[in-house]
């Protein structure tokens, strides 16, 4: 497909280019046999070339063998990003071997908008009014509780840093603020990335990216001390339990989002010990009922005895029937 086809299928929207996915796909699927990466590999670069004409001279896109990457950073920030994105890639497609890979046509594109408000208006196009997924990176504010606060009631204040667009074609996409950010973002958003075709449930992808952001880039330690469970147990009951196993928990506007993040690394510690069950688990676990019937044929025993080895006695097995109709991963 010629180059000014493509950008005839790139209308330019509220300042961006929003391709025409059903002609584009309509015009690449008739590719040449083992064509189909180099076709989408085409379209992905002359996307990105009209993604910089209207984001500002500043912009320019670069390559790597697996990513196309459009930003306005340095020559040395952009060599040292470029040499850390395929280093990770090559980490988490390691790590998550018989779990997850990310075969497909086309190259991964990542954008980094050096301005939030860029940013913030780029995924307006699909996420408006500051709607995120469940699964977006966030800065929290620090927080600590007393035994008179309600946990209930804090509002941690979450500002969206980048995200994983599940669109026809995915695009990760960030706000840049500096280069170690940045790489943590990475690892868990490209996670996300990869994980994003199978039907797992939230928490574990949440699991696996948060605990394989931390093994690449050594930050966000995932915190067992006293004080942490304490929260844990403030905050867990039989109800907010439910939303956790259903995903809903992890985009609550106060505290009950971070914890559910850690809740989800803690769960995934404790299941992974032996790697041959637990990939077996990986591969079998639905987000209609958060894993459970694989967890009681694999392991053995229910899910609900995951929160029990760290706050005790409750009401913890996830219970779908309870969940909202609409509810999805």
Known sequence: METEAIRKLLPVIDGFPRPDWEDIYNSLENAPEGDGHKAWCHFARTWLDVLAECVGSSYSVSETDNF????????????????????????????LKGIANDDGFGKHVLFLFSANETYERYKSHTYPDDEVPPDYDRFLDDWVLTADDDIQDYQAKAVSTGLFLDEPYGQLVFSYADLFGTQAVFAREFTHAVLCKYEMPLWLKVGLAETLEHEICRSNPLSMDVSSIANHIKFWDADTIQEFWSGESFGRPDAGSQLSYELAQYCLQSLSHEIDEFIEFANQANWKDAGEEAAIEIFGGSLGGLPFQFFGEGDWIPKPETWSSDEEE
């Not at 196309?68 to 390691?94: D, H, P, Y």
């Open 68 to 95: 196309l990457i459009l930003s306005s950073m340095s020559n040395r920030e952009l060599e040292l990003l470029k040499t850390f994105v395929e280093e990770a890639r090559g980490t988490i497609l390691k790590k």
